[in-house]
């Protein structure tokens, strides 16, 4: 079993930044993919990010750019860096790893961005 605990969220004006972390625990094995989803009110979830525990990232195309993502693999922990903040960005952000063959998902954290 794993769990992801996130944390960062929070109100932000128009143009600012945030950071997301979150640190997965569990029976984790080292190879693993951890990233970042988002759903906004009234849509579906939606991948924003997401990097391999060796490396390798991908990123929406809405947020290229902008969010960097990385990860601590010896704390499990991976990390969410949201710069130059739009309004459409508002959505609760979900934290997910793939281990295992398994996916599991936190229980996610509010962005809002409004000035």
């Known amino acids: 079993q794993v769990q992801l605990a996130e944390s960062g969220g929070g109100l932000v004006q128009p143009g600012r930044s945030l950071r997301l972390s979150c640190a997965a625990s569990?029976?984790?094995?080292?190879?693993?993919?951890m990233g970042w989803y988002r759903q906004a009110p009234g849509k579906e979830r939606e991948l924003v990010a997401t990097i391999t525990s060796g490396g390798p990232t991908v990123y929406a195309d809405s947020v290229k750019g902008r969010f960097t993502i990385s990860r601590e693999n010896s704390k499990n922990t991976v990390y969410l860096q949201m710069n130059s903040l739009k309004p459409e960005d508002t959505a609760v952000y979900y934290c997910?790893?793939?281990?295992?063959?398994?996916?599991?998902w936190g229980q996610g954290t509010q962005v809002t961005v409004s000035s």
């Open positions: 569990g029976s984790i094995f080292s190879d693993n993919t």
């Open positions: 997910y790893i793939r281990n295992l063959g398994r996916g599991y």
